[in-house]
């Protein structure tokens, strides 16, 4: 039969049995805390059904009990509302959201448990090959299982020691032994963080190499540079890409050092002493020495291990590896808000898709969506860094637990946000379009008033009197600005030196004096130095795919 209605605002609840999630399922509702078990054999009346008469079947529309009946029973099998961050359901990768999943943890803590129970065997404890093969062939983690021990036990670890326990009933006695909850937890994590570099830095790696092949293609483009966002004296859009690059270089061969840095925990004990190891060896010292670094190299850490730990390992590393990733958001932010203020003056745009709608209301616009979304997450990662900076500063003595729910949070979303951000960067600079006309009828506009030393120079070395000339040119220039900003003309200022006979001799050579590669400087030679002389160098060293394209969802 019919569960009974669930009236609005009343969230239903499915609890199943821990061993068989599809069975033993008892449908409720929850009311200001409180379960009520919906009856199978009676159905509450709608809250609407005093209001209006019952309806009626047609071919269209099923009988109302049947439907009804339908309707209930689509309810109850419904997953209860649930908050799902933004970063796995829009923004971050498949491959970094598996990295840092439940599941993801909770078999690196058994791969550690198995590193433990290895090492000390193979130092003299008695731990049986048996015991040492229920470990490593383990059914895979039941998450019900854990999930109905931690309700119980109100601790993460020792939930999975006894789910390990009960699916590996043999090793059950050798479990996490000598060990503290730290050893999963800070080991795991740094397992998880190194797996997240190594997902990061191809991505990044890819960028740098979209963002050369730009800026060698675009590195005679002379463009209007800005300074105050004010014209000021030309560049070109491939020298001004390197800026964008210069940084994320930087910010990759920062993560790189921060990945070959990070080191493990280790195996220290409840208070960073190895006490409980020492009283397992008999007080042998080189033991304990040797199954700390046994586990390490287990691990695939070499002999990257603190040798210095409190219950845990100092959250300073924390710190280190947030602020490399907020160096990303960084250089991710300022490329992002120049392409923006770009778009604005319908230079540079970034890739638009065929079908993408820019505004529900304003069916013509082009808004930089993608680059929009980087500042967010930028500002968004950014802010995280105070998180591991406050938690590294306020940890008492040993080590107080007020670190583990913020690090679950900062650390993990900082990840993930890079995450997303990486990708949305190599999204944007492997389909950058640059408005080549736009962006040169710009620079005519303005490079008038920058030419004038050029001609002035040129004229006062054809006979011209310095003075004279440039009082003239400032005349020129005055006259132009006002023709420009208070009666919305074009810039007519060679014009006007053009038809001024104190500047005869120059004036068959106006065209040439105002060339705009004259006044680039040093730009494409720069672009060609830095991109073939230093990037093209770091991208063969690590064998970029520089076809790889940003993974944007949405």
Not at 8 to 15: C, L, N, R, T
Not at 120 to 147: C, T, Y
Not at 508 to 533: I, M, S, Y
Request: charged share 20%.
């Amino acid at each position: 039969m019919a569960p009974a209605f669930i009236p609005h605002g009343v969230f239903p609840a499915i609890k199943a049995s821990h061993r068989h999630p599809a069975s033993s399922v008892v449908r409720s509702a929850w009311v200001g805390g409180r379960p009520i078990v919906a009856a199978a054999s009676t159905a509450a009346p709608s809250l609407h059904s005093a209001r209006r008469p019952p309806p009626t079947a047609t071919m269209e529309s099923p009988a109302p009990a049947a439907a009804a009946a339908a309707a209930a029973d689509s309810m109850a099998e419904a997953a209860p509302p649930n908050y799902v961050s933004p970063l796995s359901t829009r923004y971050a990768s498949a491959g970094m959201r598996a990295n840092f999943a439940d599941l993801t943890r909770f078999r690196l803590w058994r791969k550690l448990w198995l590193a433990l129970a290895t090492a000390e065997a193979e130092l003299g404890l008695e731990i049986s090959p048996a015991q040492l093969a229920a470990l490593r062939d383990a059914p895979d983690v039941d998450m019900v299982l854990a999930g109905s021990y931690e309700r119980k036990l109100r601790h993460d670890v020792m939930a999975h020691v006894h789910a390990l326990g009960d699916q590996a009933p043999e090793a059950r006695p050798i479990i996490h032994l000598g060990a503290t909850s730290c050893f999963v937890t800070d080991n795991s994590e740094v397992l998880q963080m190194r797996a997240a570099l190594d997902l990061l830095l191809p991505t990044l790696w890819a960028a740098v190499s979209r963002l050369a092949d730009f800026a060698e293609e675009h590195k005679d483009v002379a463009t209007l540079a800005y300074t105050h966002f004010q014209p000021a004296q030309p560049t070109t859009v491939g020298k001004r890409a390197c800026m964008w690059l210069q940084d994320l270089v930087e910010d990759g061969l920062r993560l790189e050092e921060v990945r070959a840095g990070l080191r493990l925990r280790g195996v220290k004990g409840t208070t960073g002493t190895q006490a409980s190891f020492l009283a397992l060896f008999d007080g042998d010292h080189a033991k304990v020495a040797a199954l700390d670094a046994k586990v390490t190299e287990a691990m695939g850490f070499g002999t990257s291990v603190w040798r210095v730990t409190g219950q845990t390992y100092t959250r300073k590393q924390d710190f280190t590896v947030v602020a490399a990733l907020a160096g990303v958001g960084q250089t991710a932010a300022k490329m992002a808000n120049d392409i923006r203020l770009l778009a604005h003056m319908k230079e540079v745009e970034e890739p638009f898709g065929k079908e993408q709608i820019g505004s529900s209301a304003m069916a013509y616009k082009r808004n930089p969506m993608r680059s929009e979304r980087i500042n967010a997450l930028s500002r968004f990662l950014q802010s995280l860094l105070m998180n591991p900076a406050e938690t590294a500063s306020t940890q008492w003595l040993e080590r107080s637990l007020d670190d583990s729910a913020n690090r679950r949070l900062a650390v993990t979303e900082a990840f993930l946000t890079t995450d997303a951000i990486l990708q949305l960067v190599l999204n944007v600079s492997s389909g950058l379009v640059v408005h080549k006309k736009v962006v040169a009828k710009h620079l005519a506009e303005e490079l008038p008033f920058m030419a004038t030393e050029t001609i002035l120079m040129a004229a006062v070395r054809a006979g011209g009197d310095r003075q004279t000339l440039h009082e003239n040119i400032r005349q020129h220039s005055m006259a132009a600005g006002a023709r420009i900003k208070e009666e919305g003309l074009s810039n007519d200022l060679l014009d006007r030196i053009a038809a001024d006979p104190a500047f005869a001799p120059v004036h068959d050579r106006l065209d040439e004096l105002c060339e705009p590669q004259q006044f680039v400087g040093c730009a494409p030679q720069q672009v060609d130095d830095f991109v073939g002389g230093y990037v093209r160098g770091l991208l063969a060293e690590r064998k970029v795919d520089g076809s790889a394209e940003g993974d944007v969802r949405i």
